[in-house]
C-alpha cells in the first residue's frame, strides 16, 4: 500500500496553511505571554527597601528586604496599602501583620537585624471568600 502524502494543488491552499499554522503558533506565545503578566504579584514596598529575595511570579509570592525606617513607619506603610490588619501578633521579637486585601491573604512579618528592620511580605491567593 502507498504512503499517503498531502500534495496541495495549488500554492494558495499550501501558503493559506502555513499562514494558519504560523497564526496558531503566535496565539500560544501571546497566549502564555499574557499569562505570566496576569499571575505576577505587584507587592508594594518601602522607598528605601534593599530586596534580598523576590519571587513574585505567582501565589505565594514572597519578597524578602532590609530598610532603615522604624517599625511604626512599616505598619502605617502596609495600612496604607491593605488596609487595618485583620490578625497581629508579636513573637520572639518578631511581628506579624495579616491582612486580607481583595482576593489575597498577606502576611507581613517585621523583625529587627542590627541598626535595621528586615520586611517579609507573603501574598497568597485566599482559599474561601469571606
Given amino acids: 500500500m502507498p ?8 500554492s494558495f491552499l499550501s501558503r493559506a ?7 496558531f503558533s503566535i496565539n500560544a506565545e501571546t497566549s502564555n505571554t499574557e499569562k505570566s503578566i496576569i499571575d505576577k504579584v505587584d507587592i508594594p514596598v518601602i522607598e528605601d527597601a ?17 530598610t532603615s525606617v522604624s517599625e511604626d513607619s512599616v505598619i502605617d506603610f502596609y495600612n496604607k ?4 490588619p485583620i490578625e497581629r501578633e508579636r ?3 518578631r511581628l ?8 489575597q491573604q498577606i502576611r507581613v ?10 520586611v517579609d511580605v507573603i501574598v497568597n491567593k485566599r ?3 469571606p
Fill in 96 to 103: 506579624t501583620l495579616n491582612y486580607q486585601h481583595e482576593s
Fill in 81 to 84: 496599602s491593605y488596609g487595618e
Fill in 109 to 118: 512579618v517585621i523583625s529587627q537585624q542590627n541598626k535595621q528592620r528586615q
Fill in 127 to 129: 482559599a474561601v471568600s
Fill in 50 to 66: 534593599r530586596i534580598f529575595a523576590r519571587f513574585d511570579e505567582n501565589t505565594p509570592a514572597v519578597i524578602n528586604y532590609f
Fill in 91 to 93: 513573637k520572639r521579637g
Fill in 17 to 23: 496553511l502555513l499562514l494558519l499554522m504560523v497564526s
Fill in 3 to 10: 504512503a499517503l502524502r498531502f500534495r496541495p494543488k495549488s
